[in-house]
């Protein structure tokens, strides 16, 4: 099995949360505990590339998760 990253941005300035449909990222991973440390890095680097007053505004946060899937041997 292998792993894949999928980070949801979501809004935190309402009742709710509202969260943007997912972003695949092309990196797959040998196991779980590579995946999720990577998905926190990649999560700050996505906030990093956002502009400040908009997070501030917005009140963004990343929600991550790593999701297992199969690879086919060839």
Do not use: T, W
């Amino acid at each position: 099995m292998k792993y894949i990253i999928i980070l949801y941005l979501c809004s935190f300035s309402g009742s709710q949360p509202q969260c943007m449909p997912g972003q695949v990222l092309g990196i797959e991973f040998n196991n779980y505990n590579d995946c999720i440390l990577d998905g926190y890095l990649q999560s700050h680097r996505s906030l990093k590339s956002l502009d400040r007053e908009e997070i501030i505004n917005n009140k963004l946060a990343i929600r991550f998760h790593c999701k297992e899937i199969k690879v086919e041997n060839i």
